[in-house]
């Protein structure tokens, strides 16, 4: 463990009409304890995963590598600013780290591979070969296993998206191992009821307000697939 606690408030928010201040869960969730290496993030798309996680990323000063050039038709202000209302408390001291996600992921590959036109050694470092040169879900796990090798606190969004069910076991038993070594401290927002299983993980559910603890069967992820199995012919 290395993050312990992450505070909000919103009695300084600077807005209550705008994206992500209008959300009720950052009004009524306003002290996250973090009490396992590997957390879990859960909810409907909209309801603040990606957000939160992002403000705790620039809280942590994590560089989110993204394209800054993209244009917006109608800007808001404030999208980027709730970690400037946010506290952090580390176990000891701060730790350096990473944010992911699936989307953003092709531009820290693209500036991988201009570093290594000047110093080809530093491919070395991700299986020796550019990201780009391999499929999306074999680049995601040659980045995975060597990043998470390294003490740190990381933060993922939807690292599912380009990998198949099982990559995404490989991936459980990457997380679950780095997490019991004790090194690495995982927040991941997902959709995956594979990821959600991972042994040990705690679940908290953005569908609740405040945000609380839920156990893998009471997720929808869990509940909707379970009954896609067992009978398919309801959903279709």
């Known amino acids: 463990m290395h993050l312990k606690r992450v505070r909000l408030f919103p009695e300084k928010y600077p807005t209550k009409t705008h994206y992500p201040f209008i959300l009720e869960i950052f009004h009524k969730t306003t002290d996250l304890v973090l009490t396992s290496p590997l957390t879990f993030f859960v909810g409907e798309n909209g309801t603040g995963?990606?957000?939160?996680?992002?403000?705790?990323?620039?809280?942590?000063?994590?560089?989110i590598w993204k394209d800054n050039d993209r244009f917006t038709l109608e800007a808001n202000p404030y999208e980027d600013l709730l970690y400037q209302y946010m506290e952090v408390e580390w176990v000891d001291e701060p730790v350096a780290g990473s944010f992911f996600s699936s989307?953003?992921?092709?531009h820290f590959a693209q500036y991988l591979d201009e570093w290594a036109a000047s110093d080809p050694r530093v491919l070395d470092y991700f299986g020796g070969k550019s990201l780009n040169t391999l499929s999306h879900g074999q680049s995601l796990m040659s980045f995975f296993r060597s990043r998470y090798q390294i003490r740190g606190l990381?933060?993922?969004?939807?690292?599912?998206?380009?990998?198949?069910?099982?990559?995404?076991l490989e991936f459980v038993r990457l997380i679950r191992d780095m997490g019991e070594i004790g090194d690495a401290q995982?927040?991941?927002?997902t959709h995956s009821p594979i990821l959600l299983a991972c042994p040990g993980a705690r679940i908290l559910s953005f569908d609740e307000i405040p945000l609380r603890t839920v156990e893998y069967e009471e997720t929808e992820h869990y509940q909707?697939?379970?009954a896609f199995m067992a009978d398919r012919s309801k959903f279709l």
């Open 49 to 63: 995963k990606s957000t939160f996680l992002q403000a705790i990323a620039n809280r942590c000063r994590i560089h």
């Open 154 to 168: 990381y933060l993922l969004d939807e690292p599912e998206t380009a990998l198949s069910p099982r990559s995404e």
């Open 103 to 106: 989307e953003l992921f092709r």
């Open 224 to 226: 909707v697939y379970k």
């Open 186 to 189: 995982f927040i991941i927002a």
